[in-house]
T-cell receptor, first 114, second 112 residues
Framework: DAGVIQSPRHEVTEMGQEVTLRCKPI?????LFWYRQTMMRGLELLIY????????DSGMPEDRFSAKMPNASFSTLKIQPSEPRDSAVYFC????????????FGPGTRLTVL | QKEVEQDPGPLSVPEGAIVSLNCTYS??????FMWYRQYSRKGPELLMY??SSGNKEDGRFTAQVDKSSKYISLFIRDSQPSDSATYLC????????????WGAGTKLIIKP
């Protein structure tokens, strides 16, 4: 099993640009989570999906952030327009079900907004 | 006050020492308690999982939950340099749709 796949691994962009992060969950997993990690705030849940449906997006910081899961094997997190304070490591994680506490994390995307 | 409190460290100990990592929490509804390990520039991975109170042992690792004190611990025996990582506690409850509530993580350094 390839595990959770995220792309790109690193992204450097300028303020105001659109950023799209991608995630492929583990096959057969029904739940998908997007997290952001910074030194100051730790690991924050942004949004999670169950069976491709967004369940809770209360962690999405602003309207500049949006996430989609068009099918069971792909999800995107988009930031438009990006700001320097969005610089962080963004993790995607998947889980067999919403009731399963074990989440399998991808390697993360390190985003730097200049 | 955060729902889950965890000292960010760093905690530096010599190889072979017993390590104790701890978290406190405020929500008495938490029933599921986890420890995740995160190596530098990697995603967290589940290390230990405990339901309700009690102890769980897996090799050199022991997880303890004291619900009366709202306190959980992870012990590492015979610590190795390869144990150097950040250890995050996480908890969940049925009434929060099993969402994981995370501690800040403790950075552990094992000196050879």
């Amino acid at each position: 099993d390839a595990g959770v796949i995220q792309s790109p691994r690193h992204e450097v962009t300028e303020m105001g640009q659109e950023v799209t992060l991608r995630c492929k969950p583990i096959s057969g997993h029904n739940s998908l989570f997007w997290y952001r990690q910074t030194m100051m705030r730790g690991l924050e849940l942004l949004i999670y999906f169950n069976n491709n449906v967004p369940i809770d997006d209360s962690g999405m910081p602003e309207d500049r952030f949006s996430a989609k899961m068009p099918n069971a094997s792909f999800s995107t997190l988009k930031i438009q327009p990006s700001e320097p304070r969005d610089s962080a490591v963004y993790f995607c994680a998947s889980s067999p079900s919403i009731l399963n506490n074990e989440q399998f994390f991808g390697p993360g995307t390190r985003l730097t907004v200049l | 006050q955060k729902e889950v409190e965890q000292d960010p460290g760093p905690l530096s100990v010599p190889e072979g020492a017993i390590v104790s990592l701890n978290c406190t929490y405020s929500n008495s509804a938490f029933q599921y308690f986890m420890w995740y390990r995160q190596y530098s520039r990697k995603g967290p991975e589940l290390l230990m999982y405990t339901y309700s109170s009690g102890n769980k042992e897996d090799g050199r690792f022991t997880a303890q939950v004291d619900k009366s004190s709202k306190y959980i611990s992870l012990f590492i025996r015979d610590s190795q340099p390869s144990d150097s990582a950040t250890y995050l506690c996480a908890m969940s409850a049925v009434d929060s749709n099993y969402q994981l509530i995370w501690g800040a993580g403790t950075k552990l350094i094992i000196k050879p």
